[in-house]
């Protein structure tokens, strides 16, 4: 697929759109596209003998292009001699040798492992004096006017709509200065630098009208949690609050999206608005339910008067309206179940889950130790009372989300039981009374992942599994001891391919996040689905199933769901008090996002929406469902 520009709107399709987008199915995909176009620029330029000038971005967004810029260095011997760069932005203050400066964030992901020229590499200064700022920045933008100006600018977008550091309010003709963090943005960040309060309030930024003067300009934006920004900026009008608006007037700009940060636009959230609809029966199901709430009426309720009034008549030319309600109608009544492992002795023909065997062997993988009762307690409840063998894979330890402070209460209750811990630990403990932020400490870390592992086990107790039944795989990848994660290797794969053959499972429950494509709940779910394509055919993965769920923030849209299963009352309490025993992630959560309920809460008000929604379609009224997707390996 290339990106060439094309002009927006031009056609059905695409006609509520205003900036040119190309949709991919990965972002890593995506991502090799972007660096390969990057690549062709660079090489063009070498031929003329003209240097290239990059407008380079920071976050997560641009970090598999900068991956492939590198293997395209390293095993094709791209060269960067000719390449001048300048980044958009930096914290201020900001020292360059600090971790979470730009500055070693663009070396650590770029700059060292090329054949950049250093005076080559601009990068906004974080340090410079205060009084100094305002000519600094004029200084700044000289520097590209001299080299020619920005040949291909790389960005990405906040949930702000942000560019740069561009927060709401920005003017049009801003160009490179100091400016006040938006509390989103802050929010944002708050992970890589141990809490909100750390973050700093002040950046460094080029421009508006700094950034629309580059001759191309591409934006990346992945996951779920981009979707309702994207939205606003290529389909809405051009305003101040939302910078990456701003774009729409230039001339030679496209946004690269995956499917999940695409998926509010309409030409994917309601394509029957912008043409005939597909006769798939999830869209079929997808648009009725988009039709109810339109018109706020039950499926079995509509007519052939709302399907008219409201673009779906070509919908009628094979079926009555009738006949559609009532198809949809069983489709997601059928999804719904209290036996998730089967129900035994019945027709399974429209059931979810199949009735044999009746006793089952399921494997739950959790992404951190406390996924499994957060996203499916409930379910997870019914499999161990309805006497399956249920077993629980903890994939990573969870070790950096648990504060200092719960560290240190552990370890000063330890000390004052055993004068060996009190020697043991007493340098640890001086540390811990030290510090707010997360540390890269081995025995700190350590001692974060046996309270993490103890939390779970005082849960799977709770809930009735046997302790042998419960593993804590601690996956190579994230137990780096810092904030950073590694690249899945060989070692990743092929403990979640022990785990699997050991048990031999005829159910397996996975988190089927999307929000942060390179979040540790997407690198779990995608070092599973490598191993089920090693190991699909061996003879027990013939009888296994796979069942995505999702965790504390997003839900499976109702025509995605494959199966539902409900919870009564009782049962909602249950897993709240399942959800409990993970003090430590509670009342001072390391990484809340930008949702400030608690996990409990933000679950049973998800559950309790879905069975809402449920019951406004006109099926049984439920207290709660937990919802999950079938994902056919």
């Given at each position: ?23 991919f ?116 933008e ?66 508006i ?9 591409v ?69 009725i ?42 489709k ?15 027709d ?13 062997r ?53 000390s ?24 890269e ?17 005082a ?85 296994c199933?796979v ?23 009782n ?55 937990e ?7």
């Amino acid at each position: 697929m290339k990106l060439d520009y094309k002009s927006p709107g031009k056609f059905e399709k695409t006609r509520y759109e205003k900036i040119h987008s190309v949709i991919f199915n990965k972002s890593n995909e995506a991502s090799v596209v972007v660096a390969n176009e990057i690549a062709v620029l660079i090489k063009k330029k070498q031929k003329e003998k003209k240097n290239c000038v990059l407008g380079l971005a920071t976050g997560s967004s641009p970090i598999s292009v900068y991956k492939e810029l590198v293997r395209l260095h390293i095993e094709e011997g791209l060269s960067f001699s000719n390449v001048i760069t300048f980044n958009l932005d930096e914290y201020f203050p900001m020292k360059k040798g600090d971790n979470k400066s730009y500055y070693q964030f663009m070396h650590f992901h770029l700059f060292s492992h090329i054949d950049i020229k250093p005076k080559n590499i601009n990068i906004p200064n974080g340090e410079i004096n205060f009084s100094q700022i305002n000519s600094y920045c004029n200084e700044y933008e000289e520097n590209i006017k001299k080299v020619g100006g920005i040949d291909y600018q790389l960005l990405g977008i906040g949930r702000t709509g942000h560019i740069g550091f561009n927060e709401p309010g920005s003017n049009y003709s801003s160009m490179t200065r100091l400016v006040n963090l938006d509390y989103v943005t802050r929010n944002d960040a708050r992970k890589a630098f141990s809490g909100i309060e750390h973050v700093p309030s002040k950046a460094i930024t080029m421009g508006i009208k700094t950034i629309k003067n580059s001759k191309r300009i591409v934006l990346l934006a992945w996951g779920l949690n981009k979707a309702e920004i994207i939205k606003k900026t290529i389909e809405g009008s051009i305003d101040s609050n939302i910078s990456a608006s701003f774009l729409q007037k230039h001339k030679n700009v496209t946004f690269v999206l995956d499917n999940a940060s695409a998926s509010q636009l309409t030409r994917i959230q309601s394509p029957w608005k912008v043409g005939s609809p597909s006769l798939s029966k999830e869209l079929k199901a997808k648009a009725i339910v988009w039709l109810c709430k339109k018109t706020n009426k039950s499926i079995l309720n509509l007519t052939e008067s709302d399907y008219n009034e409201n673009n779906l008549s070509d919908l009628l030319i094979n079926q009555s309206a009738y006949e559609i309600n009532l198809e949809v109608f069983n489709k997601i009544d059928r999804s719904i179940t209290g036996w998730p492992g089967g129900k035994p002795n019945v027709d399974d023909q429209y059931r979810p889950e199949r009735s044999n065997p009746r006793k089952k062997r399921v494997l739950i993988f959790s992404p951190h130790p406390d996924d499994d009762v957060i996203s499916m307690g409930g379910t997870f409840d019914r499999l161990v009372s309805q006497g399956h063998e249920v077993h629980i894979a903890y994939q990573t330890s969870g070790s950096i989300a648990v504060n200092n402070s719960d560290v240190l209460k552990f370890l000063e209750v330890f000390s004052d039981i055993s004068e060996k811990a009190k020697k043991d630990y007493s340098i640890d403990i001086n540390i811990l009374k030290k510090s707010n932020d997360i540390l890269e400490n081995k025995n700190i870390r350590n001692l974060a992942a046996l309270i993490r592992e103890k939390e779970s086990l005082a849960a799977t107790r709770f809930i009735g599994v046997p302790d042998q039944n419960v593993h804590f795989l601690k996956l190579p990848f994230y137990e780096t001891g810092s904030i950073k994660k590694s690249n899945p290797t060989k070692s990743d794969f092929k403990i979640i391919e022990n785990i699997i053959s050991k048990i031999k499972p005829h159910q397996i429950y996975a988190a089927g996040d999307l929000a942060d494509p390179h979040g540790t709940h997407k690198v779990c779910l995608d070092i599973l689905f490598d191993v089920l394509k090693i190991i699909k055919k061996k003879k027990f993965m013939k009888d296994c199933w796979v069942w995505l769920y999702r965790g504390a923030w997003h839900e499976w849209e109702v025509h995605e769901i494959d199966m539902s299963v409900p919870m009564s009352p009782n049962q909602v309490l249950k897993k709240r008090k399942a959800i409990f025993y993970h003090q430590t992630q509670k009342d001072n959560v390391m990484f809340q996002g930008d949702d400030n309920r608690e996990f409990w809460v933000r679950t049973e008000d998800r559950n309790r929406l879905i069975a809402k929604t449920f019951r406004d379609l006109g099926m049984s009224d439920f207290s709660a469902i937990e919802t999950f997707k079938r994902y056919h390996f």
